[in-house]
């Protein structure tokens, strides 16, 4: 499975914008890059994902950079329930459609 | 509310016991995977089933197994449990393809003693 680099863990104050990068120097052309976020005592929760054009929802927007060596998640306005472990994952090889976790971003939201 | 059931939410059992893990996916999504977290080893992927067959395996010890029913609902069986086989365990569904996101459930808390 094609690898992912992470922060272990960033800081935000609420409200304001958050930036999670990531970076997987060894992707794949078929490889999708998912998000993932896990808040505690609690299954990880589907953020977002792209290919190779940015992607917005309502939660976050996904910004995947031109050679897809890096993309960075955008939470615009952080609130105290972002507060998890948030993982950048790259999803494809095959068929098995298995998501590989790594050891992800802990983001802490400050009021 | 994922969509993804699993029971028992928490099970406590006696090391040497055997436990059955139940997962039931969401309607229409034929992936199945089971995920294994403990605080030292994060989200470990064990095994994934794809409309009743086995489409890939991951860090699944041999006293575990697992299968899906022809209703698509899925089992996790852990045998001959041992302290460190206390964690949480994860069912997801997805209907199978890279471009569409996996649902998970809330989880079994496994406590072995």
């Known amino acids: 499975d094609a690898k992912t680099t992470q922060p272990n863990s960033m800081e935000s104050n609420e409200e304001e914008p958050v930036h999670l990068p990531c970076n997987h120097s060894t992707i794949s052309g078929t490889d999708y890059i998912h998000w993932y976020r896990q808040l505690p005592s609690q299954g990880p929760e589907y953020v977002i994902h792209?290919?190779?054009s940015n992607v917005n929802n309502r939660m976050a927007s996904l910004a995947i950079a031109e050679d897809r060596k890096s993309s960075t998640l955008i939470l615009h306005r952080a609130t105290l329930r972002d507060a998890a472990v948030y993982y950048c994952?790259?999803?494809?090889?095959?068929?098995?459609?298995?998501?590989?976790f790594g050891k992800g971003t802990l983001l802490t939201v400050n009021p | 509310d994922s969509g993804v059931t699993q029971t028992p939410k928490h099970l406590i059992t006696a090391t040497g016991q055997r436990v059955t893990l139940r997962c039931s996916p969401r309607s229409g999504d034929l992936s199945v995977y089971w995920y294994q977290q403990s605080l030292d080893q994060g989200l470990q992927f064990l095994i994934q089933y794809y409309n009743g067959e086995e489409r890939a395996k991951g860090n699944i010890l041999e006293r575990f197994s697992a299968q899906q029913f022809p209703d698509l609902h899925s089992e996790l069986n852990l045998s001959s449990l041992e302290l460190g086989d206390s964690a949480l365990y994860f069912c997801a569904s997805s209907v199978g393809s890279l471009n569409t996101e996996a649902f998970f459930g809330q989880g079994t808390r496994l406590t072995v003693v």
């Open positions: 994952i790259l999803r494809g090889g095959g068929s098995n459609y298995k998501l590989t």
């Open positions: 792209g290919l190779t």
